[in-house]
Nanobody, 114 residues
Framework: QVQLVESGGGLVQAGGSLRLSCAAS????????MDWYRQAPGKQRELVAL???????NYADSVKGRFTISRDNALNTVYLQMNRLKPEDTAVYYC????????WGQGTQVTVSA
């Protein structure tokens, strides 16, 4: 089992930046990948970014060049740096730990005003 706690969300104007954090209750070194998802009102949850155990990253086309995912294994924390935010980035952002845990955080709200 691993508990995940997201933080760093808030209200920001378009063009601004936020950094989300996902703190895990145990070591994340052996987790296959750590993902960030988001869900906007009335829409399905979508994968935003992931980082594998080896450090390989992948991004949704809509955030490439603006968002950066990183991990600090010593702190058991994964980050999502979000720059040049747009109103369409407004959503609840969730952290997800893949194999072997399949665990979700509670989410953090990000609201981008025009």
């Amino acid at each position: 089992q691993v508990q995940l706690v997201e933080s760093g969300g808030g209200l920001v104007q378009a063009g601004g930046s936020l950094r989300l954090s996902c703190a895990a209750s145990r070591s994340i070194i052996d987790i296959s990948a750590m993902d960030w998802y988001r869900q906007a009102p009335g829409k399905q949850r979508e994968l935003v970014a992931l980082i594998t155990r080896a450090g390989t990253t992948n991004y949704a086309d809509s955030v490439k060049g603006r968002f950066t995912i990183s991990r600090d294994n010593a702190l058991n924390t994964v980050y999502l740096q979000m720059n040049r935010l747009k109103p369409e980035d407004t959503a609840v952002y969730y952290c997800y730990a893949t194999y072997p845990f399949d665990s979700w955080g509670q989410g953090t709200q990000v609201t981008v005003s025009a």
